[in-house]
């Protein structure tokens, strides 16, 4: 009898957002995916990094989800959705679309069978500066957390289908002149447990990914040990080199490092950020592609097992080498070197054909009665 749990390996589309929904398709296949989490971006969103559109979502109907759930089951493939945003700061206007689209998001993911079929919709959380910057300003974003997602995940919790966060600070989402580095509020562990004693509905859960803690110099598997393993829903696979910098000894690992007069740092021979991105000292890495990196996986993925975590890890593809470098080999070489890295940890020994996955179920066609959409003024 094995003892491992024969995790499904998935890809995150947000790397082939030149590609249509078929080519897609066709490319988890090719390079050994069991599923793919569809990014499900705004199109008239304005957040410019790695995002894509794979669903036509304002004309998302029951046929729609019956035809995708036959597309997706012809191909032996499982998905999830998503998009990333900020839904309790920034420009007021922006926030609300934001809202209103993972309402839309919610609502398809019942049409495609939610819960039932392991349909979940990712998303951000965001962060209010202008609470942020006020005494108790964490405080005041908790609050206006639950202000805003209270009703959103009641009604996710309705329709049979679970909101997952993910732990991204969003480390360059504003410019790099502004001094603090922390964008999005599940960016940490504590503030994930609070967030979920605020609204302790089980329609919401998370996402984790390891490379986000790894520059902030916390361990993963400890993470992993403290983490409610019930709200663990999606493991994103990406990982971080921590660099060995003059810049990482000038502003030190715990802090950003700080945008001043380049006149100034020139005369004082001190680094400053080249982009807004450039700020923690880290290069963004696929385990296994290209040189070892500052975690270890063979600890997470045991650590993970041991707890009973049995959903996808989902290959979120940001590596400077691989889907940075904008060669669509390069990308799918990414793709399938981190598959075989992870497959003899998640899957058993096959005489003929090695690590193997052992197929799922396929998908339900539910047929659900179709429900119109709704904007969050309505809840």
Request: hydrophobic share 35%.
């Given at each position: 009898m094995s003892n491992k749990l024969n995790n499904p390996i998935w890809v995150m589309s947000s790397a082939y957002d030149k590609l249509s929904l078929e080519e897609l398709i066709q490319t988890a296949v090719k390079v050994g995916a069991q599923g793919i989490d569809l990014c499900v971006f705004r199109k008239d969103g304005t957040r410019e990094d790695h995002t894509a559109t794979h669903l036509e979502y304002d004309e998302f109907t029951p046929e729609s989800a019956s035809r995708l759930i036959d597309q997706f089951n012809a191909n032996g493939l499982q998905l999830s959705l998503g998009a990333f945003e900020n839904m309790i700061g920034g420009d007021p206007e922006q926030r609300i679309k934001n809202?209103?689209?993972?309402?839309?998001l919610i609502r398809i993911a019942y049409l495609l069978g939610g819960d039932t079929n392991n349909v979940k919709v990712g998303t951000f959380v965001g962060y209010n500066h202008e609470l942020g910057n006020e005494i108790d300003g964490f405080q005041k974003n908790l609050e206006k957390y639950k202000e805003v997602f209270e009703p959103i995940v009641r009604y996710a919790e309705s329709l049979g289908v679970t909101i997952l966060y993910e732990n991204c600070p969003?480390?360059?989402?504003?410019?790099s002149r502004f001094t603090s580095t922390y964008n999005n509020l599940p960016a940490t562990l504590a503030a994930r447990k609070l967030m979920y004693a605020m609204i302790p509905s089980k329609a919401h859960g998370e996402i984790y990914d390891p490379s986000h803690d790894v520059w902030q110099n916390t361990d993963p598997v400890e993470v992993m040990k403290l983490t409610d393993i019930n709200r663990l829903h999606r493991i994103h696979v990406k990982t971080t080199r921590n660099l060995s910098?003059?810049?990482?000894?000038?502003w030190g690992g715990m802090y950003p490092m700080q945008t001043v007069d380049a006149s100034l740092a020139q005369a004082a021979g001190v680094d400053v950020p080249q982009h807004d991105w450039d700020r923690h000292h880290y290069e963004a890495m696929l385990p296994g592609f290209g040189g070892s990196d500052s975690m270890d996986w063979r600890g997470f993925v045991d650590t993970l097992q041991s707890r009973g975590y049995s959903g996808p890890f989902e290959i979120e593809n940001e590596a400077k080498n691989s889907k940075d470098t904008g060669n669509f080999a390069a990308t799918n070489q990414g793709f399938t070197t981190?598959?075989?890295f992870l497959a003899p940890m998640l899957w058993d020994l096959d005489v003929e054909q090695g690590y193997t996955y052992r197929s799922e179920n396929k998908l339900k066609n539910v047929h659900v009665e179709d429900i119109p959409v709704v904007t969050i003024d309505q809840l």
């Open positions: 809202q209103n689209h993972l309402l839309k969003m480390e360059g989402w504003r410019s910098t003059r810049a990482r000894v000038e981190c598959i075989n």
